[in-house]
C-alpha cells in the first residue's frame, strides 16, 4: 500500500507539473483510525499529501459532473464504473479527464469493526499483510482484512478499473460472475416478509438523504423529494414515505447503478441500502444483459430498445 | 442517593408510573433516546448516542396542530404536549445543548410554547463520562465529562452503582418518595475518583475564531474548505445543538394538519425563493453558513458558541469533513481587515 500511495504522488505531482491538470482528486489521511478523506490537491508540491490504503472508500467519481477544469482523479474499479456511466449520461467530459486507475483489493467497513470492538474504542489501526490490527486502550486485535471488508467489497467482480489512464499497481484477477445469492435469499421471502423487514429497516431512516449525496448517480436539477409542486412525496419522516423515498432513488438509478455501495457506506443509520440497488443490478443484467460501467461501448439499458427486450411488465391479453 | 445497577430496572420502572421516560435504548449497531415501557430496556452503557436527546424536546416531525374545514367552519385543534417526561442518562454535553437550544426557542422576540412546554415538564438526570471519547472535545468549549449545566441531577458511575448528585429542586422532586439508599462517605470518595480520572484528550484551539469570522466571509479560505462536503444532512441531523426547522401542511383537501419538520442549511432547498433565486446557490455559500451559524452568529445573537464538542459530525461525516480540522484551518488563516 505504501508503494502505491507513492505512484499515486508522482503520478499527481507530475500532472500538475506538467499543468495537464487543474486538480487532482484522491484520498488524504483522515482524522479517525481506517478513515481516509477525499481530497483536492491544486498544487504540485501537495501531491505528497496524497495516500492509498484500505479506507479510501469514497466513491470519487461523485466529484466529477459538470466540471469545467481539466481534472485527473483516483479511481478504484467501482468508481472507474460510475465515471463510465457518467461519460454515456454526458455527465464528464472525457477530454479533461485523466483517470489514475487503482487496483482495489477491498476497504473496510468501520461499521463492522465497531460490531468486533462491541463498544470499545478503537484508537489506532494498521495494516500487517492479510490481517487489520486493531488498537484502543488496553486492547490489541488481529483481524483477518476479509472478515471487515465492506459486503460491496466482498461481492465485488471488478476490483480493476474498467478505464483508466494512468495505472498504478498491479492489476488483480478479476472474478468469476455474481451469483446474487443475497438478492434470491431475500426475493425467496414472502411478501409480508419483505415488507416487514423493510419497513423495520426504514423507520430507522432520517431523510438526511446522505444516500442519494454520496450517489455518483444521483445528479437531478431537482430530486423529486424536493420538488413541492406537486408534492410527491411527505416531507415528514415516516417509515412509508422512507420507503418510497428509497424505492424511486433505487429505481431511478436502474441500469446506471455500478454497485459501488456508496450509499450504504455513507448512511449514518447502518441502513442495508443494497438490499434494494442490488435487485435493480441483478434485473436488469437478467432482462436486458447490460452491466453499468462494464465498458464504454454498450448502449446503456434505459437508451436501448430491442424487440426481443423482455416485457414481464406489461399484461398480457 | 445510590442506585446500584441491579437494580436500575426497577427505578426506572418506578419512574414511569409518575413519568414518560427516555433512555438511550440499543438499536441496530448504536443506541438512542427512547420512550421505554420497561425499566429493563434502557442501557447505560453507551458512549453517546446516535442521534441526540433534543428530538425529545424539538422532535424531527412535529404535528403543531391539526385544522378540518366542515359544515360548522372550520377547527383548529392545537397539540402542545404536557406530558411530564424524564430523560435519563443523557450526557452532559447533550445536556448542555438544551440550554443552548433555549437561547433559540425562548428569547426577546419569540417564545416557542411547544418546545418551552416540553422543557419545563422535563427533567434531566446527567450520566457523567466515564471514558470521554477521542472525538469529544467538551472542554474546548466550556463543558467537561461531569458538567452539570442544564443537569437536575447527575449520575457517577462507580463501578456497580451510580452515585446520584441531586443539583435542582426538580431533581429532588424527582427522586422524593423514591426508596433509593444514601450515599456513604465511600461512595462519595469514589465519585470524586472517577471525576479526577476521566480526561478529554482532545482540544480545539477557539481562541481568535470568532474574530477572524467576524472578518472572513469572502476569505477564498472557503473555496477550498468544503470541496469535498457532499452537501447531506448528517452533520445537522446528528448535531444537538442544529435547530433550523421547515413547517409544512400535511393535508388532503382542507383537512389536516400543520407539521415542523427537521430541516438543514446544507439543502439548497433551504435557501431557496420562490422567484428562483437561491443567495446560497453552491456548496461553497452552504458549508460557510454552517461554520458561521455555529461560531459567529450565534455568538453575536447569545454570546456562546452552538457547539458543544460532543464529536458527532466528527464520526459520521461520509466524507471524514472533520469541524476540528476546519476550525483549525480558519483559526490559523491570515487575519483580514476588510469585512
Not at chain 1, 105 to 111: C, V
Not at chain 1, 150 to 174: F, I, K, M, Q, T
Not at chain 1, 206 to 234: L, N
Not at chain 2, 183 to 209: F, H, I, M, P, Q
Request: negative net charge; aromatic residues 8%; contains cysteine.
Amino acid at each position: 500500500m505504501p508503494e502505491l500511495a507513492g505512484a499515486i504522488q508522482e503520478a499527481a505531482r507530475k500532472l500538475l507539473e506538467e499543468k495537464k491538470v487543474d486538480v487532482v482528486i484522491g484520498f488524504a489521511p483522515g482524522t479517525l483510525p481506517l478513515r481516509s478523506t477525499p481530497c483536492f490537491v491544486h498544487r504540485p508540491e501537495d501531491a505528497a499529501g496524497l495516500t492509498w490504503n484500505r479506507s479510501c472508500e469514497n466513491n470519487l467519481a461523485n466529484y466529477l459532473r459538470k466540471r469545467t477544469d481539466k481534472v485527473a482523479v483516483v479511481a478504484k474499479g467501482c468508481d472507474s464504473r460510475s465515471i463510465i456511466e457518467l461519460i454515456k449520461e454526458n455527465q464528464i467530459n472525457r477530454e479533461n479527464l485523466v483517470i489514475i486507475g487503482v487496483p482495489c483489493a477491498g476497504m473496510i467497513d468501520r461499521k463492522k469493526v465497531d460490531r468486533r470492538l462491541a463498544g470499545k474504542e478503537l484508537l489506532a489501526a494498521e495494516e500487517s499483510g492479510d490481517s487489520i490490527v486493531l488498537k484502543g486502550d488496553g486492547f490489541t486485535e488481529t483481524i483477518p482484512v476479509n472478515e471487515l471488508l465492506h459486503d460491496s467489497c466482498l461481492s465485488c467482480r471488478h476490483p480493476n478499473p474498467a478505464l483508466y489512464d494512468l495505472l498504478v499497481g498491479e492489476l488483480l484477477p478479476e472474478k468469476g460472475g455474481d451469483d446474487f445469492a443475497d438478492v434470491a435469499a431475500f426475493e425467496a421471502k414472502a411478501p409480508a416478509e419483505r415488507r416487514a423487514i423493510l419497513t423495520e429497516e426504514f423507520s430507522r431512516c432520517i431523510r438526511c438523504y446522505a444516500c442519494r449525496q454520496a450517489c455518483p448517480m444521483c445528479y437531478c436539477e431537482e430530486c423529486f423529494v424536493d420538488c413541492s409542486t406537486p408534492q410527491w412525496i411527505g416531507k415528514s419522516s415516516d417509515a412509508r414515505d422512507n420507503m418510497l423515498f428509497q424505492a424511486v432513488r433505487v429505481l431511478h438509478s436502474a441500469g446506471r447503478c455500478a454497485d459501488c455501495g456508496a450509499c450504504e457506506r455513507a448512511c449514518p443509520m447502518g441502513l442495508s441500502l443494497r438490499n434494494l440497488t442490488r435487485k435493480m443490478v441483478k434485473d436488469v443484467q437478467e432482462l436486458f444483459g447490460y452491466e453499468a460501467g462494464a465498458n464504454l461501448e454498450d448502449k446503456p439499458a434505459l437508451a436501448d430498445f430491442k424487440a426481443e427486450d423482455p416485457q414481464p411488465f406489461l399484461i398480457e391479453e | 442517593m445510590l442506585i446500584n445497577k441491579n437494580e436500575l430496572a426497577g427505578f426506572l420502572d418506578q419512574l414511569m408510573s409518575r413519568y414518560q421516560v427516555f433512555a438511550p435504548v440499543k438499536e441496530a449497531d448504536y443506541t438512542n433516546f427512547k420512550q421505554i415501557s420497561s425499566g429493563t430496556e434502557a442501557t447505560l452503557d453507551y458512549s453517546n448516542t446516535k442521534i441526540p436527546p433534543k428530538g425529545i424536546l424539538f422532535p424531527q416531525t412535529e404535528k403543531l396542530f391539526s385544522y378540518s374545514c366542515g359544515t360548522e367552519g372550520a377547527q383548529v385543534q392545537e397539540c402542545i404536549d404536557q406530558q411530564k417526561k424524564v430523560v435519563f442518562g443523557i450526557r452532559p454535553c447533550d445536556a448542555k445543548s438544551l440550554v443552548l437550544l433555549d437561547n433559540v426557542f425562548n428569547n426577546d422576540k419569540y417564545q416557542d410554547p411547544y418546545y418551552l412546554t416540553r422543557r419545563e415538564n422535563t427533567i434531566l438526570v446527567g450520566l457523567g463520562c466515564n471514558r470521554p471519547a477521542g472525538t469529544c472535545f467538551c472542554t474546548s468549549l466550556g463543558g467537561g465529562p461531569f458538567d452539570t449545566t442544564g443537569l437536575d441531577a447527575l449520575l457517577v458511575d462507580t463501578g456497580d452503582k451510580y452515585v446520584v448528585e441531586i443539583l435542582t429542586e426538580r431533581g429532588r422532586e424527582l427522586f422524593s418518595g423514591t426508596t433509593l439508599p444514601e450515599a456513604g462517605e465511600a461512595d462519595r470518595a469514589a465519585a470524586a475518583a472517577v471525576k479526577e480520572t476521566a480526561t478529554v484528550s482532545c482540544t480545539v484551539n477557539l481562541d481568535g475564531v470568532k474574530a477572524k469570522l467576524d472578518t472572513d466571509f469572502y476569505d477564498p479560505i472557503w473555496d477550498g474548505l468544503h470541496e469535498k462536503c457532499l452537501g447531506c444532512a448528517v452533520c445537522t441531523y446528528t448535531c444537538p445543538t442544529c435547530h433550523c426547522f421547515d413547517i409544512v401542511d400535511d393535508a388532503v383537501d382542507a383537512n389536516g394538519c400543520r407539521v415542523r419538520n427537521w430541516d438543514a442549511c446544507m439543502f439548497p432547498l433551504f435557501t431557496l425563493h420562490g422567484s428562483g433565486h437561491n443567495p446560497r446557490p453552491t456548496g461553497k455559500e452552504r458549508f460557510r453558513q454552517r461554520v458561521m451559524h455555529k461560531f459567529k452568529y450565534f455568538v453575536d445573537n447569545y454570546n456562546v458558541m452552538a457547539c458543544v464538542g460532543c464529536g458527532r459530525c466528527i464520526k459520521n461525516c461520509p466524507v471524514n469533513l472533520d469541524i476540528r480540522a476546519i476550525l483549525a484551518e480558519i483559526q490559523g488563516s491570515e487575519a483580514r481587515l476588510d469585512k
